[in-house]
């Protein structure tokens, strides 16, 4: 997790005060939200970089926001086109590296 990331979260959920209690929150949302995200968005890099923008990086910061509220169950009904957009284009990207890469073995 980077500090970008941190801070974009951490405005998203319209905190605006520092202490330790709400930094390890925070922390813990982020934390439990990354191997989440990857799923939904079918993001196969587990390095993946949710801080850079983008539509990964504002269903990130949303899916933050439902569990800091306690309302992760609700998430996908409502982000379900964002979600079926976003997943398309990773599993496009992971369909044609690993084309390219049989091509390449084949040779």
């Not at 890099?45 to 949303?62: C, I, K, M, V, Y």
């Not at 996908?76 to 992971?94: F, P, S, T």
Request: charged residues 30%; glycine residues 2%.
């Amino acid at each position: 997790m980077t500090e970008t990331l941190f801070a974009q979260v951490k405005r998203k959920l319209n905190i605006t005060w520092d202490d330790e209690e709400t930094k390890a929150t925070v922390t813990d949302i982020i934390q439990s939200a990354i191997p989440v995200m990857l799923h939904k968005l079918g993001i196969t890099d587990p390095n993946f970089d949710f801080a850079q923008p983008g539509a990964e990086n504002n269903l990130f910061r949303s899916y933050c926001l439902y569990d800091y509220n306690h309302c992760t169950n609700e998430f996908d009904d409502n982000y379900a086109n964002e979600i079926g957009q976003v997943r398309e284009k990773h599993e496009l990207e992971y369909h044609l590296a690993n084309s390219e890469e049989s091509e390449d073995a084949e040779t």
